[in-house]
């Protein structure tokens, strides 16, 4: 059968027929290759389809042996095949024989072909296989043949997709698409998950392919571009308004993708060559994401992310649907896949299907870990493109000891993890064991252990991790996840349920704790250059004495009839404390005035967050009732390092004596005053830091609950004093954070304390 030379429409509209026909896959595709065949005029068009073997077998020949279908293989990388697969590019040759990486596979009778252009069959920028035309003659192929060939292999990448062509592969075979996968990154969160994957934006899946009528379609892409040029526009602007400056930037490189001339041609063109408009963005995408994902260059892929979302955008615009995040049906056991995500958006699944978090960027000390670390989810972040290669549905499991993730596991790796998670719970229970133990170190120091929290259902972490208290809470939580400005009755029943739920135990508030990265929706912010050092905390707080104050006054009558103990987050200067603490006293005058009752006693603390604290030590140590350090702020402020960046996330150690030093002051100071000090940050909670911890002075450590019994575990088979000598000793001498924690890794394993 031979049709005529018609050009890219009439082979679409061909395939499209052939792809709605009810026939068996092997069926369809020898279909296929015949009807490329015969519209481009070529001998030869065959598909390889790539294994998880790594081998690319042939599935279907027009011109080749028919024999060699299902026996022919190549490696990827070798032969020509193997070169368009391993390099996801096309190969136009007019003498293919005369290309180094030709190889000869007798069995299918190629030797007499000269002209070859074979281009991959990509998906999400995954190569899943080859198509290839083949010509006696010695041509060359034009440019629209080069679109015309991709285009088709576009058609094939929803096929395979589709898991048509699953069962026609060599038995024991299986096919590259459903591979596994071992994936590795940074632990963000403790903990084994195994479940199946949500997208948290889940790829939007083109059905409708091939245009049936291309005026048509070119003008809903223009629509749609229109569109979408108007809501990036609309976004800078809202974005310029909440002063999101990180959020601006990535905005901005939309605005500049959204009027890309070259972006706008390529998609033009896809649709001149017969796809819908959809199919358009996919296929453009594809290719881009092909080219892009190879670079080594981490400004290049940070565009390419860029581009995906835009992408993203533009497809669903098309197709109609909100933008948002996943609209599928949450699994019950769900692994949330996604680039990056808030804290707020964590906190919209529903917890009690939410069994862990993938995040493709992120650092350890942003607040969406933090988040996952208060749900007790295992997450694992920087895992390299994850979103690429994960579909919603696909089994996964995190693991939050490791920082692996395995998606699609075979069959022995899932039995293992089964194990694995099996021995975390005996290990679990030997913590909890230890929960009723005295915590104290085995030559006599008591330790205070006391949880971080910030939504009611950390309360029940309270009893179960056996911790003595609640060290922070952190009360920007329930402002984060209310759509209004909770009112001060709100506030004051969510407080006095926490104190309630505290059991006599003491919880330390600490007072909101918004603006940076902390954005609260409803509340108008201002552009900042640098929003960490920006108008955030207390000085958003003393700034609005109606939000801070309100604040106060719930906690205040919350807390009648017993202590309130409060923090003030942030705090620069000596004098922003003070005016915090004589707010408190006119509230607390205010109420006993109007006849309310309010806590018993009042104790006000500050956070000691912002290095300039440092050089203020002793005179703020004779205002407050105690200190807490947030290392997770301090350390970013003394090695301006930004807490929430993935590239700088690991570069610099909490063990550096840089940072230890100064502590080891705060804990020494602050002890010669008479005054309780803590530290609050995330370092406390992984148990060779808090050995340095310890070993520098300080007594009363708070962290999640997850951390309590490791580190517990450690202190309990600790000779802190010891320890202590020779610590200080090193931080007195010229040495390395890298020195500092190989010691204490020997000294641990010396000793055999659990770290
Ligand atoms: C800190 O900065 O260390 C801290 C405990 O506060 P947050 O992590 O909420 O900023
Ligand atoms: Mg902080």
């Not at 309010?598 to 300039?612: C, F, H, K, N, W």
């Not at 105690?626 to 996330?649: C, E, K, Y």
């Amino acid at each position: 059968m031979r049709e005529t030379l018609a050009g890219p429409r009439v082979l679409l509209r061909r395939l499209r027929e052939v792809m709605a026909e009810p026939i068996g896959a092997q069926e369809r595709l020898d279909k296929i290759v015949r009807v490329i065949a015969a519209n481009m005029v070529a001998e030869v068009c065959s598909v390889y389809i790539l294994r998880a073997d790594g081998a690319l077998e042939l599935f279907a020949t027009e011109g080749l042996r028919a024999t060699a279908v299902h026996r022919a293989t190549l490696r990827v990388g070798r032969g020509l095949v193997g070169l368009i697969a391993a390099e996801a590019r096309p190969l136009n040759l007019p003498d293919a024989q005369a290309h180094p990486a030709f190889a000869y596979l007798p069995e299918t009778g190629e030797e007499i072909y000269h002209s070859f252009l074979g281009v991959p069959v990509l998906r999400a920028g995954r190569t899943l296989g080859v198509l290839v035309v083949q010509n006696r003659s010695h041509r060359s192929y034009t440019e629209e043949e080069v679109e015309a060939l991709q285009t088709t292999a576009m058609v094939l990448a929803e096929m395979f997709a589709a898991g048509e062509i699953e069962d026609l592969a060599t038995p024991g075979a299986d096919l590259d698409l459903n591979r596994p996968f071992r994936l590795e990154g940074a632990v963000f969160a403790e903990g084994i998950a195994l479940g199946h994957v949500l997208l948290h934006e889940p790829r939007v899946v083109v059905t409708q392919l091939i245009a049936e009528d291309v005026e048509h379609e070119l003008s809903r892409l223009e629509e749609a571009m229109r569109s979408l040029r108007l809501s990036v526009d609309d976004l800078l602007a809202r974005g310029v308004e909440a002063g999101q400056g990180e959020h601006r930037d990535i905005l901005e490189a939309y605005r500049m993708f959204a009027q890309d001339q070259g972006w706008v041609r390529r998609l033009r063109e896809a649709v001149a060559a017969g796809l819908t408009a959809e199919a358009a963005v996919e296929k453009v995408q594809s290719d881009m994401r092909a080219r892009l994902s190879r670079s080594a260059d981490p400004y290049l892929r940070d565009r390419l992310h860029d581009l995906d979302d835009l992408a993203n955008r533009l497809l669903r615009t098309l197709l109609g649907r909100p933008h948002g995040p996943a609209g599928a049906a949450m699994p019950s056991d769900a692994v949330i896949v996604a680039r990056n995500m808030g804290a707020a958006e964590l906190l919209d699944y529903d917890r009690d299907k939410l069994r862990g978090l993938v995040l493709e960027d992120g650092a350890p000390t942003s607040h969406v870990a933090i988040v996952a670390r208060a749900l007790g989810i295992a997450t694992v972040g920087q895992v390299d493109n994850v979103v690429g290669l994960a579909e919603s549905g696909d089994p996964i499991i995190v693991d939050g000891e490791t920082g692996e993730v395995h998606l699609r596991p075979p069959g022995d790796i899932e039995l293992a993890y089964v194990d694995k998670v099996r021995f975390r719970a005996r290990r679990q229970e030997q913590f909890r064991r230890l929960r009723e133990k005295h915590s104290q170190t085995r030559d006599g120091a008591d330790i205070t252990l006391m949880i971080n929290a910030g939504l009611m259902m950390d309360l029940p972490h309270l009893t179960e991790s056996g911790a003595a208290g609640i060290g922070l809470f952190r009360t920007e939580l329930q402002f984060m996840i209310a759509s209004s400005f909770p009112r001060l009755g709100e506030q004051e029943a969510f407080y006095r349920e926490v104190l309630e739920g505290a059991q006599g135990k003491p919880v330390t508030f600490r007072s909101l704790d918004v603006g940076g990265d902390k954005v609260l929706p409803y509340i108008r912010s201002h552009p900042e250059e640098n929003p960490a050092l920006g108008w955030r905390a207390i000085r958003l707080g003393l700034d609005r004495p109606a939000l801070l104050k309100t604040q106060i006054r719930a906690l205040l009558k919350a807390a009648a009839g017993c202590e309130l103990r409060l923090m003030f987050p942030m705090v620069t200067e000596i004098a922003e404390f003070e005016r915090a603490k004589q707010w408190v006293h006119s509230e607390e005058e205010h109420l006993r005035r109007h006849g309310h009752r309010t806590a018993d006693q009042i104790r006000l603390g500050a956070m000691l967050e912002v290095p300039s604290l440092l050089w203020q030590l002793d005179e703020l140590l004779e205002k407050v009732d105690f200190l807490s350090v947030g290392s997770n702020d301090l350390f970013q402020f003394m090695m301006a390092s930004d807490r929430g960046s993935t590239r700088l996330a690991g570069r610099f150690d909490a063990l550096s004596p840089a940072f230890l030093r100064p502590l080891r002051k705060v804990a020494t100071r602050a002890r010669k005053a008479g005054k309780p000090v803590a530290l609050c940050g995330e370092m406390a909670g992984k148990p060779l830091e808090a050995m340095a911890l310890l070993a520098i002075g300080f007594r009363t450590l708070s962290m999640s609950p997850a951390a309590i019994g490791p580190v517990k575990a450690m202190l309990l088979d600790l000779d802190l004093e010891p320890l202590s000598r020779r610590i200080n000793a090193m931080l007195d001498e010229n040495i390395s954070a890298s020195e500092l924690r190989t010691e204490l890794r020997a000294w641990a394993n010396d000793e055999r304390i659990p770290v």
